[in-house]
């Protein structure tokens, strides 16, 4: 009887595979997609409110292939519009474009196994920064319930011009991500997302803020939409003397995110 229940998993979670990796919006699950099929998916980010005016939407259109049981890999064409101010009277828009290609190795399944994990790195590179990220992905489905967790860390180098001369900044950020999310029949569900963004400049831990908000997914035969929206609750890393709860130097108020996905 184990053996069969051992044997259904498997097979419910190989199915599930064939449709989706993903049911969240930010954090990661260790499922890939089987070898040959691709996902084309489209990513919308709006991203509102720091201390002065400040709005920006950030867009991805990504190319998805399943290269064997367990690994997969992506490339991306990353654009970005932001319209800000310095101080308030006049305002500024800038755009940027960008690439990126990403790797998933899946060590474990969520369903058959303990708990699900993966290994996950994605570089890109715009011409004045490149960006080198990897992840540890764990997750675990009990019945219409799935629970995911991401450790993230980032290495970024930024060439910057300063008094003639060209220098490099970097920058070592850690995240946290964690999610739930209660399916709600056979196409749905309904969810809850937390970030946790640790920057680190030059090897200065500067400031650690919380994210945290609902996320939807909904899905078809062969396509699915994720919906979160994630507004900033406050810094637990202060700097000296500050009275400010939230950081609105390099984060927002909130983020917004749709992400749109049909494979074949």
Do not use: C
Request: charged share 25%.
């Amino acid at each position: 009887m184990k053996r069969l229940i051992l044997l259904l998993a498997i097979v419910l979670a190989g199915q599930q595979s064939k449709s989706q990796d993903r049911v969240f919006t930010r954090t990661y699950q260790s499922n890939v997609i089987p070898a040959g099929a691709m996902e084309l998916e489209y990513w919308n980010t709006l991203r509102s409110g720091r201390t002065h005016f400040y709005n920006a939407i950030d867009q991805r259109l990504e190319l998805e292939l399943g290269l064997g049981k367990k690994l997969q890999t992506a490339f991306y064409i990353n654009f970005s519009t932001v319209a800000f101010s310095p101080n308030d009277s006049v305002i500024f828009k800038d755009h940027s474009i960008s690439f990126s290609n990403e790797w998933k190795l899946k060590l474990s399944d969520p369903v058959a196994n303990t708990i699900g994990t993966a290994l996950y790195f994605e570089f890109g590179f715009d011409g004045q920064e490149l960006e080198l990220e990897g992840k540890l992905i764990l997750d675990k489905q009990i019945g219409k319930n799935i629970f995911a967790a991401n450790i993230v860390g980032e290495y970024e180098m930024e060439f910057e011009a300063e008094d003639g001369e060209i220098e490099m900044e970097t920058e070592t950020p850690v995240e946290l991500d964690l999610a739930y999310m209660r399916l709600l029949g056979k196409s749905a569900g309904l969810g809850l997302e937390i970030r946790n963004h640790n920057e680190i400049k030059q090897g200065e831990w500067e400031h650690s803020a919380w994210f945290a908000g609902p996320s939807f997914h909904v899905r078809g035969d062969n396509w699915f939409i994720n919906l979160n929206v994630l507004p900033q609750l406050f810094n637990a890393k202060k700097e000296e003397g500050s009275t400010e709860n939230l950081v609105l130097d390099e984060h927002e108020k909130v983020e917004a995110r749709l992400l749109l996905s049909f494979s074949f």
